[in-house]
């Protein structure tokens, strides 16, 4: 049997081919693209992923940065803190031992004086400081009631010099005695202090604080 080939049926079934050949390669194409697509977008993601991680990793890396500077601060604000209370304590004990060598030297000297004195300038000094006990007396008054007691003016010049008191002080209260009892006007009250042998300058500090 002699098989006829109709030449416009070939030529119709090669374009069926071509078509076929050109779909398939259509559909190739568009796989070939979907994973190239699919690829970038992998690689899209992953390149994102990283940027994240490595953002993450600068954040944490600045954290910790941030996290060891503040306690390098604290640290030396501590140690600032501790050597400015390690002066203060070594100040403070050096003005005590100060305080203490100067009382300790002011004891000695007291001492000494008190192991010098006659027993006439001992009792002259206990008596002023019996008399500044109860009132107040400027330092000529003191003398004189001293050496009306029958001390002599060497023993009672002595004495009150020992003694020492802050005559401002003897001022102020014998100002308040004087008010206690009396009526002053704030001049009349300088004068009474000057007449009883006060400076002008003590009168006058005693009088200002007491009236």
């Known amino acids: 049997m002699i098989l006829i080939i109709d030449p416009d049926g070939m030529e119709e079934i090669r374009a069926e081919q071509e078509q076929e050949r050109e779909?398939?390669?259509?559909?190739?194409?568009?796989?070939?693209?979907?994973?190239?697509?699919?690829?970038?977008?992998?690689?899209?993601?992953?390149?994102?992923?990283?940027?994240?991680?490595?953002?993450?990793?600068?954040?944490?890396?600045?954290?910790?940065?941030?996290?060891?500077?503040?306690?390098?601060?604290?640290?030396?604000?501590?140690?600032?803190?501790?050597a400015e209370e390690e002066a203060e304590r070594e100040a403070e004990a050096q003005r005590e031992r100060e305080e203490q060598d100067a009382l300790e030297a002011e004891q000695q000297a007291e001492q000494e004086a008190a192991d010098a004195e006659t027993s006439g300038q001992r009792n002259?000094?206990?008596?002023?400081?019996?008399?500044?006990?109860?009132?107040?007396?400027?330092?000529s008054g003191l003398i004189e009631q001293l050496e009306f007691e029958g001390y002599s003016r060497e023993d009672a010049e002595y004495a009150v010099d020992a003694v020492d008191p802050d005559w401002n002080e003897q001022a102020v209260r014998s100002a308040e005695s004087y008010l206690e009892f009396m009526s002053f006007s704030q001049q009349g009250l300088i004068d009474q202090l000057i007449f009883e042998g006060f400076t002008a300058e003590q009168a006058q500090y005693g009088a200002d604080a007491a009236y």
């Open 124 to 139: 002259a000094r206990g008596s002023a400081e019996s008399y500044l006990a109860f009132m107040g007396f400027s330092r």
């Open 23 to 82: 779909e398939q390669e259509a559909l190739d194409r568009a796989a070939q693209e979907a994973e190239e697509e699919a690829q970038r977008e992998a690689e899209e993601a992953e390149a994102e992923e990283e940027a994240r991680q490595q953002a993450e990793d600068e954040a944490e890396a600045e954290r910790d940065r941030e996290a060891e500077e503040e306690a390098e601060r604290q640290a030396e604000e501590e140690a600032e803190l501790a």
